[in-house]
């Protein structure tokens, strides 16, 4: 089945190539300055949106709650078709590097093979780098739907880390980023099909396997990082093939991706603990 699945994305997905690309062919320095001056416009936004009365439309807007509802609706429908779409690519292109390229898990995030930044893996890379910018549509939403909320640090601090590692990632085209995506795009398909719901005014009784599921996918994206910082940096275990300049920026992008992770396997666990924990509790008696 995901045979079929990739091959029919190779033939109806435009092929692009992702070394015209400007954030390919900008330089490290050149992509903290993008990523920098993306984040400042996205400050800039939030902060006009929170403090400006102009854009306070809940308290001047007829029936503000239920239109700017039916806006989010669309929204999160179309980052959850979109998400979903993304990860059967990605799911079927690691079943393909896996078993008839006869990919191991050392090759797909040890070596550097730009193959993957070919063709249909070019465009759905490069889609899913730009989706972390479209994602902080997410705040603004949230922000118009009441200017006074107060932003958790895990929601602003979670966009802001994830769109500079995507960045940063696909600026040197590092192979391993698709089993991320892989697993990112997964949950955020489930994850947006919830927020959708909510706008339905329906509340699912599965956040908390939801929330379960971002915890997995922290433990399971920062184990990538973790590799191969102990497998080739310290214990030189592995013999990756990669010129000195990529093997430079790899060593910035794990040593990034590790502490990431790590703080987000924190800050949700935090969160699960905070909003469950006592629920979870409640349940052990009944627990035979």
């Known amino acids: 089945m995901f045979d079929l699945i990739y091959k029919i994305f190779e033939i109806i997905t435009p092929k692009i190539d992702i070394s015209e690309t400007f954030i390919v062919k900008s330089t490290f320095i050149e992509t903290i300055f993008y990523i920098c001056l993306i984040l400042q ?5 939030i902060k006009t949106l929170k403090r400006n009365e102009k854009f306070n439309f809940k308290s001047k807007v007829k029936d503000w709650d239920k239109k700017i509802k039916k806006v989010s609706l669309v929204w999160n429908i179309c980052l959850s078709s979109y998400s979903f779409i993304s990860f059967l690519y990605f799911i079927s292109k690691l079943k393909r590097n896996l078993y008839l390229d006869h990919y191991s898990f050392t090759k797909i995030i040890c070596v550097h093979d730009t193959n993957n ?22 705040t603004v939403i949230l922000v118009l739907k009441n200017p006074k909320r107060k932003l958790s640090f895990l929601h602003w ?22 089993i991320p995506a892989c697993i990112n795009n997964f949950i955020h398909s489930i994850m947006y099909f919830y927020y959708a719901l909510t706008d339905l005014d329906y509340k699912p009784k599965w956040g908390i396997i939801l929330t379960g599921l971002q915890i997995l996918q922290m433990i399971i994206g920062g184990s990538i990082p973790l590799f191969w910082i102990l497998f080739y940096v310290i214990l030189k275990k592995w013999e990756c093939t ?12 794990h040593m990034l991706g590790l502490f990431i992770y790590g703080s987000y396997f924190y800050l949700f666990l935090q969160f699960f603990i905070n909003k469950y924990g006592i629920q979870l509790l409640l349940l052990l008696p009944t627990i035979k």
């Open 41 to 45: 416009i996205y400050w800039f936004i």
């Open 157 to 178: 601090y979670h966009h802001v880390t994830v769109l500079l590692i995507t960045l940063i990632s696909f600026n040197s085209t590092s192979q391993d980023i698709i």
């Open 117 to 138: 930044y070919l063709g249909a893996g070019g465009f759905w890379i490069y889609m899913f780098t730009l989706s972390k910018i479209f994602e902080l549509g997410d």
């Open 242 to 253: 990669m010129d000195l300049y990529f093997e430079k920026n790899k060593i910035i992008v």
